[in-house]
């Protein structure tokens, strides 16, 4: 049982540069979300998807996009990336997203030149 | 909009003892959650225990609890006999129960080292 996997788990870039960061859940939950997590600034939230097809604006949604094809797939992705966005990016899962409880992947650690 | 408060950045405690993280929040709601994560050095965050709001008695999971003040909005989490594996970052946040609420807010986290 893998949960949640997130790829790649590292990577750089260049100021500019495209790329997308893919999340895949195996436990068919409705909602999912993308976190990023900077030194001091704890877990906030980038967007979120409350079921196949939908997506939504979390806290600092500025510079990404999202979308959820497959309700198992959530993609994150970076358009034209700068280095505010070097960062520890989370994917995660609940069932229902009314009782908090998220499953979260192993992190993608991203680093902007 | 609610913030999460952790007031101590870094803590540490001896093996088998223990010790209380310190979280407090912000809110005019009346109805949410609140939760403590913790994040091992592995990164991969894990749900440790969660309080309902409406509930008066505070969660406990076997060397974990917490002392849940709402009235205070304080939410502390006591782990007892730690070991060597509660070494970790741990978030306290908070979720708006309601329709259309999916937004946990994170406090900025409290790192524990257990020492042996």
């Known amino acids: 049982n893998a949960g949640v996997t997130q790829t790649p788990k590292f990577r750089v870039l260049k100021t500019g540069q495209s790329m997308t960061l893919l999340c895949a859940q195996d436990m068919n939950h409705e909602y999912m979300y993308w976190y990023r997590q900077d030194p001091g600034m704890g877990l906030r939230l980038i967007h979120y998807s409350v079921g196949e097809g939908t997506t939504a604006k979390g806290e600092v949604p500025d510079g990404y996009n999202v979308s959820r094809l497959k309700k198992q797939n959530f993609l994150l992705g970076l358009e034209s990336a700068a280095p505010s966005q070097t960062s520890v990016y989370f994917c995660?899962?609940?069932?229902?997203?009314?009782?908090?409880?998220?499953?979260f992947g192993e992190g993608s650690r991203l680093t902007v030149l | 909009a609610q913030t999460v408060t952790q007031s101590q950045p870094e803590m540490s405690v001896q093996e088998a003892e223990t010790v209380t993280l310190s979280c407090t929040y912000d809110?005019?709601?009346?109805?949410?959650?609140l939760f403590w994560y913790k994040q091992p050095p592995s990164r991969q965050m894990i749900l440790v225990i969660r309080q309902e709001a409406y509930k008066q008695q505070n969660a406990t999971e076997n060397r974990f609890s917490v002392n849940f003040q709402k009235a205070a909005k304080s939410f502390s989490l006591k782990i007892s006999d730690s070991q060597l594996g509660d070494t970790a970052m741990y978030f306290c946040a908070f979720m708006r129960r309601g329709a259309g609420s999916y937004q946990l807010t994170f406090g900025k986290g409290t790192k524990l080292s257990v020492i042996p």
């Open positions: 995660a899962s609940s069932l229902a997203g009314q009782t908090g409880e998220l499953f």
């Open positions: 809110t005019s709601e009346s109805n949410y959650y």
